[in-house]
């Protein structure tokens, strides 16, 4: 059987102290109120009754019944009463009067006594040895109702039950609404709970109006946030342990393949030299032409591990940022020369220093040019523009071709990663690792009109 929770738990408990109280208060209140009408009642009908045996008594005294009769008679005329008789001192009856009901009933004797007035002592000298401190001279019966006072009790105690049900009824709600509103907050961080469990890491609870739930969600959102952080810590340490582990294992690749595959490679290209010259090959030759092709593509792949494994210790001193673009453009102008590409420059129009390597920084932009290229399928133009920003200095090369795919945005970066047939993809991942050692990054992104933007961050000197 499931447990109950909070709210249930409040509403039961409320519940169970307002029916007690209100069933010891009503209780209670009835039987004192019972008491008190009771009281009130009975007293009023032993007035009744004493103030017929005082009346009564001079009819007793000279047997007048027909006086005695009236008596009873407007006696009769008072509410709840339903019968008066008038006995003499031998329990005769002197006069009754008595209306059919069929309420309960109860009686209730009043002695008449005899008075002690000097004019009654004198009027009635035959009847001195009476001793009236000690004889009635007969005593009335007064038969009442008590339906009437039994039904008011009734209509009170219906009327408080329903009172008190009321009450507890407005107290149950009220409270209903109070208990809700401080559970709630429980139930939605209960959810958000269940939420980051199934891997929603984004979710974040409403503070509420109470300042208790409210610093509640505060500190758990604030939980959240730190959760959030130290996974994004944990996985960059394991991204960088899985990366150094590759840049190790790629450390022993590179020796391997510089023993094992530079050095025969480099004794093919010295024998296709040879052979070339002892039959007299021209360079024109398609087959020739392909094999040394193939052999500058391995040579150039082999340099690519090497340089990416063993990274150079980059060379600091002061360069001019205008000068080293415009020297990079030129080159690399030289080698695309027979190609339909224009590459148009943005330089600053004031010298700018950084303390770079400047052999390091023109194979990193000769990577970054070379992919711009590739993009643009070796035609259109490519920008390269350089702006400055405080003390931080940009270097944008920006092409035009298709853009880099949303799912690729954060691959593009990293080793081996290459979306083309041909390519080791280091380059760019060659160009993050220098530009780390010279305090710089490099970032890209899509242009709204087309094309992709690769940014080169620098300090400047």
Request: net charge negative; charged share 25%; proline share 4%.
């Amino acid at each position: 059987m499931r447990n109950p929770g909070i709210h249930a738990r409040l509403l039961i408990a409320v519940f169970a102290l307002i029916g007690c109280t209100t069933f010891a208060l009503g209780y209670m209140g009835i039987n004192i109120t019972r008491q008190f009408v009771q009281t009130r009642f009975e007293e009023r009908i032993s007035f009744l009754a004493k103030y017929l045996a005082l009346n009564a008594e001079l009819g007793i005294l000279i047997d007048d019944r027909p006086m005695l009769q009236r008596l009873a008679v407007n006696l009769l005329s008072e509410k709840d009463v339903v019968g008066v008789t008038v006995f003499d001192r031998s329990d005769g009856k002197l006069a009754s009067i008595l209306k059919e009901t069929t309420e309960p009933l109860s009686v209730i004797d009043v002695p008449v006594l005899l008075s002690r007035s000097q004019e009654v002592s004198q009027a009635f000298q035959w009847n001195e040895d009476v001793d009236a401190d000690s004889l009635p001279i007969g005593k009335v019966r007064i038969v009442y109702s008590t339906g009437g006072i039994e039904q008011l009790l009734i209509n009170m105690r219906n009327r408080f039950i329903w009172l008190s049900s009321g009450i507890g009824v407005l107290a149950a709600v009220i409270f209903y609404f109070l208990s809700h509103s401080l559970v709630a907050p429980l139930t939605k961080l209960a959810q958000a709970a269940r939420d980051v469990e199934r891997g929603n890491r984004d979710m974040r609870v409403q503070p509420g109006s109470l300042p208790e739930t409210r610093e509640l969600a505060l500190a758990f959102n604030s939980m959240l946030d730190s959760l959030e952080r130290s996974s994004g810590a944990l996985e960059d340490v394991y991204r960088k342990m899985i990366q150094q582990k590759n840049l190790a294992e790629m450390g022993k690749f590179s020796m391997m393949v510089a023993h094992e595959v530079k050095n025969p490679l480099s004794i093919i290209k010295s024998s296709l030299d040879i052979l070339k010259e002892d039959m007299s090959i021209t360079a024109d030759n398609t087959m020739v032409a392909y094999m040394e092709d193939e052999i500058q593509r391995l040579n150039r792949l082999i340099e690519d591990f090497l340089a990416f494994a063993h990274p150079a210790k980059p060379m600091l001193r002061r360069v001019e940022i205008n000068s080293l673009i415009k020297e990079i453009v030129m080159r690399f102008e030289l080698q695309k020369a027979k190609l339909p590409v224009k590459i148009s420059t943005d330089l600053l129009e004031e010298p700018c220093h950084v303390n770079a390597d400047p052999d390091l920084i023109i194979r990193v932009f000769d990577n970054i040019l070379k992919n711009a290229f590739e993009a643009n399928g070796d035609r259109g133009s490519v920008n390269v523009s350089v702006s400055r920003e405080g003390e931080m200095l940009y270097i944008d090369v920006k092409d035009q071709g298709g853009g880099i795919d949303p799912e690729n945005m954060e691959k593009i970066f990293e080793p081996f990663f290459t979306t083309r047939s041909k390519g080791s993809g280091l380059g760019l991942a060659y160009a993050v690792q220098v530009l780390r050692t010279h305090g710089g990054a490099i970032t890209a992104k899509n242009k709204g009109e087309g094309g992709a933007l690769f940014r080169v961050t620098l300090p400047v000197e």
